[in-house]
């Protein structure tokens, strides 16, 4: 099926249509700062499973994320290693921005006791969420 897709300067999509899209559509959509592509696709390309490639000329799936975690119940200090996230991808505790990958390994050290929230996302994957608790030494 044919797509006429919208999206920002980031490559995610903004909005997507197999309907007509008239030039006065999207010259509209270019003075929102949204570009433009018409692509065809199987199903109708969604901002949280969809992206468009750099060269924007095509619209792409997005893949899953395969981390594998060392615990997930770390004890206090105890050291949590996480591998099989490529670089560039984005690392959020409990929703707030930690940074963003370098390299495909991240350590992590449980200083607290508590329960927390790990995302990773990254603009061609599939974004990742892993629940953490962190248990005193007994």
């Not at 790990?118 to 007994?138: A, G, P, V």
């Amino acid at each position: 099926m044919s797509y006429h897709v919208f999206y920002n300067s980031n490559k995610e999509i903004a909005w997507s249509t197999n309907a007509d899209v008239s030039d006065q559509i999207k010259t509209e959509q270019a003075d929102a700062g949204f570009s433009y592509v018409h692509t065809d696709l199987v199903g109708l390309p969604t901002p949280d499973s969809h992206y468009v490639n750099d060269a924007g000329d095509t619209v792409l799936a997005k893949t899953a994320f395969t981390p594998t975690f060392s615990t997930v119940r770390p004890d206090v200090d105890a050291v949590i290693n996480v591998t099989g996230l490529p670089a560039g991808t984005k690392v959020y505790l409990d929703d707030v921005l930690q940074g963003t990958m370098s390299d495909t390994t991240l350590t992590l050290t449980a200083q607290e006791p508590g329960s927390y929230r790990i995302k990773f996302e990254k603009l061609d994957k599939l974004t990742y969420w892993q629940k953490i608790i962190t248990e005193k030494q007994s």
